[in-house]
Structure formats: C-alpha cells, structure tokens
C-alpha cells in the first residue's frame, strides 16, 4: 500500500458522499407532489413515493451521521438493487443507461457495509 491503511477516512467520505447524495434525491419525494407524478408516469405505483423519500433522506442523514452504519448501508444498497433492476427491466433501459448513480450509490453503500461508520461516527461513540 502506498500511503497505509486510512480505512475511517475512506468510511467517512463515502458516509458522507452517499448520506448527502441520498438526502438531497430523498428530499423532494417527500416534499413535492411533482415528484410523485413524475415517478407514477415512469410506471411505479404512487404509494411508493414516500416510503422511497423516507429510505433515501432519513437513511442518508443516517448514513451521515454514522447512525447503525452497516445496516443503513445494506438497506440503501438493496434499494438502489431495485431501482436498477426497475430502470433495466420496466423502463427497458437495458443498454441506454440512465441508472449509473444507482449503481454507484449501490456500490458505495455495499463498501460501507462492510467498512462500517469509522472513528468519526456515532456508531464509534455509542460503541458499535
């Protein structure tokens, strides 16, 4: 390795990268009827529209804040799982791509799984 081990660094900025990606595409399904439309014309049932503002924001503030680290990030990874697999399969999307964040954001989330919250977490503090 060329400069060592910085494993809570690498937790930490993915925390915060992911936390913050995840609250800022959270946020306007739970605050915009727009968003809800938006979601019904590509095909998904409205009823989801909150329940997918509530996993992206409140799992992404979880996420920044170092809350039950690998948990959040392994229900964000398997929500990002089903999006794509939503985009793939219902939307046809196949080879057009148009879901490379949402398999960023899975990747990201699956890594801090494992890596878990880092020093610089509330998991650290509260000792998990």
């Known amino acids: 390795m ?13 925390r915060l990268t992911v936390g913050t990606l995840f609250m800022i595409h959270g946020y306007p399904k739970l605050t915009s009827q727009r968003q809800g439309s938006w979601m019904k014309n590509m095909g998904m049932p409205t009823a989801i529209v909150p329940f997918a503002g509530f996993v992206e924001f409140f799992g992404g503030l979880g996420l920044l804040l170092g809350i039950l680290t690998p948990i959040i990030a392994l229900l964000s990874a398997l929500w990002m799982l089903s999006t794509t697999w939503f985009a793939i399969t219902k939307l046809k999307k196949k080879y057009m791509g148009g879901y490379e964040l949402d ?26």
């Not at 060329?2 to 993915?14: C, K, R």
């Open 2 to 14: 060329l400069f060592g081990s910085y494993v809570d660094i690498a937790s930490i900025l993915l």
């Open 103 to 128: 398999i960023t954001l899975l990747l990201a989330a699956l890594a801090l799984t494992f890596l878990g919250g880092g020093a610089f977490s509330i998991d650290r503090l509260i000792g998990l």
